[in-house]
């Protein structure tokens, strides 16, 4: 009976153990990280976005990276019309068919399939955008010298304005959402004065 029970035992404690095994191990899935090391092009990432295609898009204290299939490709600079341009600090960054990048210098479409850049014009002239938020082809843009909330869309390339702000309110927001695509509310951060609301069909912000 002992050599029975003996035999038995290990058999148990396998059929307990193993499903403690297995669910320890979901808790802890496999973390891949990315550095300057490995080919980021600035250790400050400001923002990132995924595109349909499931590629990852990081805008960084000095350029963007594209990550596709796990490879790590870094911009940092760029030709346009014969000009060469050093990519900066990157604000933010959308992505579907092509990207659209806020930097320093301006708002840049990127299209990876032949590495073009092109500057987006709004009235003519480059535009600075601090933050931006996609919702199906759209995508809602702030750029704080015209305090104006811009509307991009991606699949017919032109930009049109979605929103005027009060010529005296002074707001720079960093960082925009869309808790809900059908709905017209953008929720809008600004690190000094906190986190509005801004309804683009009734022209109307709240806190």
């Not at 600035?42 to 490879?71: A, C, H, P």
């Not at 590495?115 to 702030?142: C, E, H, Q, R, W």
Request: net charge negative.
């Amino acid at each position: 009976m002992k050599k029975i029970i003996r035999c038995i035992v290990p058999f148990v404690c396998l059929f307990v153990c193993l499903p403690i095994f297995s669910w320890s191990y979901n808790l802890h899935p496999y973390v891949r990280t990315f550095s300057v090391n490995d080919g980021l092009s600035s250790g400050e990432v400001t923002n990132f976005s995924m595109d349909k295609y499931g590629r990852m898009w990081i805008s960084t204290g000095m350029g963007f990276n594209l990550l596709n299939n796990g490879y790590l490709t870094s911009y940092t600079n760029f030709s346009n019309n014969g000009e060469h341009y050093l990519i900066s600090r990157v604000f933010d960054i959308v992505a579907e068919e092509y990207a659209l990048v806020s930097t320093e210098t301006g708002l840049l479409k990127f299209n990876p399939l032949d590495n073009a850049f092109s500057y987006v014009l709004y009235d003519d002239a480059p535009i600075i955008v601090t933050s931006m938020v996609k919702n199906g082809n759209d995508v809602y843009m702030f750029v704080p010298w015209l305090k104006s909330l811009l509307c991009y869309n991606m699949a017919k390339g032109n930009i049109s304005l979605a929103m005027a702000f009060p010529e005296n309110s002074e707001f720079i927001f960093e960082k925009m959402v869309m808790l809900d695509p059908q709905s017209p509310v953008i929720i809008m951060a600004d690190a000094s004065k906190g986190v509005f609301q801004i309804d683009v069909v009734q022209n109307r912000i709240s806190k």
